[in-house]
């Protein structure tokens, strides 16, 4: 186990000792401890940042399930720093905002922080690993653990909804992307992600290449909130404040994005692998930018401001990739700028995002309001706030001095390079990109005018809003500063992880030694991009203006016609169907269920037999029955004939045990004294358990006055029993497979027992019975369970 394991693994360390620091602690906010590890999980990671040249990758594996060739294997290269940095950078910012946000006398401070580290320790594995295996392992941890932060405030019904919601569809994805990571593995024979890369020529000619880059591609889009899985973001936004300035602006959302980032050098240079990721890029950017301008909930706007931007993010990706498509080669630095664009406007939407969420929580928390339509004329009394508020939102809409300014013209360049370096459809791009960033613009500018600007309402509001506490304030100012150092000193970030970064992402596309290197100018002169940027500004600032009426055209949709309304409908129809399926089967029959099993017995194994070619009838070399033989066998068919037109329990039971203790007289002649000894000693229990079970039961003949035969129970009693002959007599001198029998010839050396009927119960099926005795003991304590609730509900009641 390396230091980088460890790192990884500390958050899941703190997780049982959070509850005890709240316990024993509790004068103290647990904050304040929990901070402690992102920020040590900073300092440690940005120990690995490079000053003046790039970061040699580090590898680190440890042997987790080698015969299935899954390995607890890390790969840091200046990708997976940069995540690192985010989610540790980001978690002590929130951390840090969320002591002076989050009561520690009305919170449950406990499950809130174990939830968080769990979520941090899943990001960082998910960024880190470099086995697919584990990195999917850490991916579902992402989803169980913001399940249970969005669920947080559980007692709200929006707030369950949400977190159903968002855990439904992204692990839905995840399940997807499984399927993907495994056909790649057919493809390939190994998980590392590494072998994959250096072995992408030879995979991408298996039949099976395009199938698994569609299912990694969904899971992919799930989790990053893309159209047409965009509908789960707005609805997490129930969770606490902090929790969606971490999820929605630096991690979870983003890990679709690093998905693709890091499968690129695999999947990159197809067609289909651009096509799909840019056409569902710049849909998302579209809608989530549209849709954005009709929200009154602030929140509401940032999450799809998030779907909006993200889907810009994807769609810079996907024309980056085509760096490395062959067709293009002359192209492929100029494709390598749209990566270098989405990587750089994914470090500003985490910065600018995560203060736009803290200054909404801050609006929030002072106010008792996140409707704009009761908010306005704040910016006197929360003048920090508006400053903060204003930075954020100006370099969302792409207006200098502020970094997203840089990033959106590098956008602008990206979608025009893909258009004059291309044919057909392509074109469309740019003016698509161009129309979201208007309804971008107008956006924020909503966001800065309406809530602090306009008439001020003071009895709209629930408290009488003034400046949040320093302490509250201090994320922000940090992600704001940044914001602005960004747009002015651009380069400290350039050569030393922007620049690998893109050559790690497209590395087929600098093979050639091709000298190319990142330089950012804010100012790129008269051309193309910046005409489109004012057209923003002039048409943007008109529909802002022209607000009122603009909505309107929101109104004139049906809103039946959402996806929302498409899940919900879903979810109804689908547990109609289930409720329908489960009547047909659940009658409460035990006929019927006994029916079900027989009759799979019957098609499966009768069915084996038949197409297996297994059925062998060869009585030659049997030995002559003798007359006691026969004898018994007419006994044992008599007691079963007896049995079943018998009226009385005891007389059944007496029945079978004639049965069971005939076959024993069978194993004694022939010569298995052993087995002879257990049926008894069973069939002798089982009796007397039977006997003592029905004798408090009524008789038989006072509820059942008349059974009537059915066909279909003969039928299956007759495959049945029939199934069974053939299997036994088929079963002498015939086999199909090589006999595990040899296997157990050796116990004596393999468990050091002389009895082989007693080495495999307790030696060779020892897993078994642990297994068997696991699931006694969880259902056990399930029925504890069960009565202690029905005890306090009594209790209550």
Known sequence: MTLLHIAILIPFFSVPFIPLLYKFLHRIHTGWFVMLIPLMLLIYFAGYYPIHQPLEPVIQSVPWIPTLK???????????????????????????????????????????????????????????????????????LTSVSSFLLIAFWFHRKRSRYGAQKAM???????????????????????????ELIA????????????????????????????????????????????????????????????????????????????????????????????????????KALLAYSTISQIGLIMSLLGIGSMALNSNYSESSLMFAGAALAGIFHLINHSIFKGCLFMMIGILDHETGTRDIRRLGGLMHLMPISFTLTMIGAFSMAGLPPFSGFISKEMFFTGVLTASRSMDSWVVFIPIIAWIASIFTFVYCMILIFKAFTGPYQPKQLERKPHEAPLGMLISPMILAALVITLFFFPNLIATSLLEPIVKEILPQAFANGEEWHVHISVWHGFNTELLMTIGIVVIGSLLYIYLTKFRNIYDSIPLKFSLNKVYDRGLIEMERIAGLITKFYMTGSTTHYLSYLFVFVIVMVGGSLIFQDAIYLDFSDNSPIELYEYMLGFTMVAAAIYMLFTKSRLISIIAVSVIGYIVSLFFVIFRAPDLALTQLVVETISTALFLLCFYFLPKVNKYVTNVRFRISNAIIAIGVGLTLTVIGL????????????????????????????????????????????????????????????RHARRKEH
Request: net charge negative.
């Open 168 to 194: 439904f569809i992204t692990m839905t994805g995840g399940f997807s992307m499984l399927l993907g990571f495994i056909i790649l593995y057919v493809a390939s024979g190994t998980f590392s992600i590494r």
């Open 730 to 789: 088929s079963a002498q001198g015939h086999h199909l497979f090589e006999p595990i029998s040899d296997y157990y010839k050796d116990s004596y050396k393999l468990a050091g027992a002389k009895n082989m009927v007693n080495a495999i119960l307790v030696d060779f099926r020892a897993f078994d019975t642990m297994l068997e005795i696991v699931v006694l003991f969880v259902a056990g304590l399930g029925i504890y369970t069960l009565i202690k609730l």
């Open 70 to 140: 899954v390995h607890f294997s890390l790969y840091m290269d200046s990708l997976s720093l940069l995540f690192a940095l985010l989610i540790t950078g980001i978690g002590t910012l929130v951390v840090l905002y969320s002591i002076f946000y989050m009561s520690k006398d009305r919170e449950k401070l406990n499950f809130f922080y174990a939830y968080l580290m769990l979520f941090m320790g899943a990001m960082l594995g998910s960024v880190l690993s470099d086995n697919l295996i584990v990195l999917y392992a850490f991916w579902e």
């Open 199 to 298: 072995m992408s020529d030879q995979v991408s000619q298996h039949s099976l290449f395009i199938p698994a880059m569609f299912f990694i591609l969904i899971g992919a889009f799930t989790k990053s909130a893309q159209f047409p899985f965009h509908i789960w973001l707005p609805d997490a936004m129930e969770a606490p404040t902090p929790v969606s300035a971490y999820l929605h602006s630096a991690t979870m959302v983003k890990s679709g994005v690093y998905l693709v980032a890091r499968l690129t050098p695999i999947f990159g240079g197809h067609l289909e692998w651009f096509w799909t990721i840019t056409i569902v890029g710049l849909i998302t950017l579209f809608i989530g930018s549209s849709l954005a301008i009709k929200q009154s909930d602030l």
